[in-house]
């Protein structure tokens, strides 16, 4: 068997060497500045309660489709993580392929937030955007993209109102929230959500936001910060580092009513593969979206394995289904260079064909 020593003046070389490296990633950290919230610029064209509906501006010289889409992101996290750098953005990409882009901000929801439902969400919140962005150009419909659990909500939206969307697209949206590798469902499985709810009403965002960071423990943590000294060495790549740390850390509450049922209904429940949801008045079945679909999944997903998303090909209404897969993970089909070399494109020129 092999064995390795490291002599004292090794052991000390590499202190001084490290101590060093810290020294001057710490200098290169007051240089950073302030970290923005997303790149591309935009405009604000609609509010409804704490919801902000952005509008992005597309290059002069790109043409823009004549179906303009509605970006629906998850509740846990904020919707800047697909526009975080400039060369890292997932709607920069969109753009330069001719979409005329929206996107949902959902805000920060409070303790007069506590209430709202998935309904409220759903057939309140997304409604009311495509109502105003179909009235502003016209249409009777437009093309809707959900990403992770704003897949989830676009999928029931699609099939309550498949009137409203031409064409739809899911991110790493799961739909059989049950598989065998979905560590996250099986974690939540036993949890009284109705006592959580009861007791603490909103759900903290950094409860669940270090649930998330657990799944893979050593590599979100420890390894990433051991890694972070030598980032620090170059201005730039300590700007990117921490407009990502900015986005994992910046976590809004969770409307607890909305919670409940989305815990309950989905994770706990599955019922988009078990059957009797029901949102609001309306009984929700894939078997109701009947529109075009592009399913994107990360064939290396922790969060959504990608089983638990290419579960949507048996469900749908349409035989106009098309998969797309990234070799990559949860996060790295937003920022990976691969990632905007090949998604947005491939979204784009989808979209052109169902317009």
């Not at 419909?141 to 699609?158: D, E, T, V």
């Not at 009137?163 to 469902?185: C, G, H, Q, R, Y």
């Amino acid at each position: 068997m092999m064995s390795f020593k490291l002599r004292p003046d090794q052991v000390a070389g590499e202190l001084v060497e490290f101590n060093e490296k810290l020294a001057n990633g710490l200098q290169n950290m007051l240089e950073v500045g302030e970290i923005s919230e997303g790149v591309t610029e935009r405009e604000v064209v609609f509010r409804d309660d704490k919801l902000t509906l952005y509008r992005y501006r597309a290059p002069e010289e790109v043409k823009q489709g004549s179906v303009p889409m509605l970006i629906v992101y998850a509740l846990v996290n904020r919707p800047y993580m697909t526009d975080l750098q400039e060369n890292r953005s997932m709607i920069k990409g969109l753009l330069e392929g001719g979409q005329d882009v929206y996107l949902i901000d959902w805000g920060y929801p409070d303790r007069s937030d506590r209430f709202l439902t998935l309904d409220d969400y759903i057939n309140g919140y997304i409604d009311s955007c495509v109502d105003y962005i179909c009235a502003r150009h016209g249409l009777e419909s437009i093309n809707l993209l959900g990403i992770c659990q704003g897949g989830a909500f676009s999928l029931c939206y699609s099939a309550m109102h498949p009137e409203k969307i031409n064409a739809l697209v899911t991110m790493v949206t799961p739909v059989d929230f049950k598989t065998p590798d979905n560590m996250l469902s099986h974690w939540v499985q036993q949890v009284d959500i109705d006592l959580l709810v009861d007791t603490v009403g909103n759900v903290p965002g950094e409860m669940l936001n270090w649930t998330f960071l657990n799944l893979k423990p050593y590599h979100l943590t420890s390894l990433k910060y051991l890694s972070m000294v030598d980032l620090m060495q170059d201005v730039d790549q300590m700007k990117n580092f921490m407009r990502m740390e900015k986005w994992i850390f910046d976590s809004p509450d969770q409307a607890g009513e909305a919670y409940r049922q989305f815990v309950k209904d989905f994770f706990q429940e599955n019922r988009f593969i078990t059957g009797g949801l029901k949102i609001g008045e309306h009984d929700v079945s894939l078997d109701q979206v009947t529109m075009p679909v592009l399913n994107v999944y990360a064939d290396q997903d922790h969060l959504v394995p990608p089983d638990a998303s290419r579960a949507l090909k048996y469900r749908v209404g349409t035989s106009d289904y098309t998969e797309l897969s990234f070799k990559g993970g949860h996060i790295g089909i937003y920022v990976s260079g691969k990632a905007q070399a090949t998604v947005p494109p491939a979204i784009a020129e989808w979209l052109d064909s169902k317009s």
